[in-house]
């Protein structure tokens, strides 16, 4: 089957660096997606990996490596309203699938 | 433009009924993907439409289905409701689907079944 491991809340403080780690098992590999869902709204799209390697948009990066199975989000210069959940998502066989979302807790 | 619409956006049902929901597309996306999110499960892939066919589909049970029509729109349906069918419901509408794409999510609609 295919699964994605997120650990479930981090926690940083405003202006600090947090990374989000998610490890991945599936086959049919085509890449990795970020989504942000702040409480009560809707996922938003972050950025997507297709290649190993680091993307960089912003205060947000993300980072692959298919080899290890593995990517993660990177959040610099953290601020208050960062505060939300986080979700690794991947294609395979025509499916979606995401992982159990971390919940980003910033304080000040 | 605008975005994702998706009505309603709270639903309270008795088990046994039926629901339909609908999600509006931003124009010109012609794929819509459906996904059901809950506490314990997280986000859990349903079924994608791209031009009015059902592209791919998720590990649910055949009470859920769904349609695409002309214009993009898409419902859901779901019958006999459960009560562990009570969870938020996100639609999502991409150019060309897949998972290579932006999907830009609607607001959802919550569904409690009781």
């Known amino acids: 089957g295919q699964s994605l491991e997120q650990p479930s809340e981090v926690t940083a403080v405003e202006g600090a660096i947090v990374q989000i780690n998610c490890t991945y098992q599936?086959?049919?590999?085509?890449?990795l997606s970020w989504y942000q869902q702040h409480d009560g709204g809707a996922p938003t799209f972050l950025s997507y990996n297709a290649l190993d390697g680091l993307e960089e948009t912003g205060r947000f990066s993300s980072f692959l490596s298919r080899s290890d199975s593995y990517g993660y989000l990177l959040l610099q210069e953290l601020q208050m309203k960062d505060s939300a959940s986080y979700f690794c998502?991947?294609?395979?066989?025509?499916?979606?699938?995401f992982g159990s979302g971390t919940k980003l807790n910033v304080k000040p | 433009k605008a975005g994702v619409t998706q009505t309603p956006r709270y639903l309270i049902k008795t088990r046994g009924q039926q629901v339909t929901l609908s999600c509006s597309p931003i124009s010109g996306h012609r794929s819509v993907s459906w996904y059901q999110q809950t506490p314990g499960q997280g986000l859990q892939f349903l079924f994608e439409?791209?031009?009015?066919?059902?592209?791919n589909k998720g590990n649910f049970p055949g009470r859920f289905s769904g349609r695409q029509f002309s214009n993009s729109r898409s419902e859901m349906n779901v019958s006999t409701l459960e009560l562990g069918d009570s969870a938020l419901y996100l639609c999502?509408?991409?150019?060309?689907?897949?998972?290579?794409?932006?999907?830009?999510f609607g607001q959802g609609t919550r569904l409690t079944v009781v």
């Open positions: 599936t086959s049919g590999f085509y890449g």
């Open positions: 439409y791209f031009s009015e066919t059902q592209r």
């Open positions: 998502s991947t294609y395979n066989f025509n499916k979606f699938y």
């Open positions: 999502a509408s991409s150019l060309r689907g897949g998972g290579d794409t932006e999907a830009f």
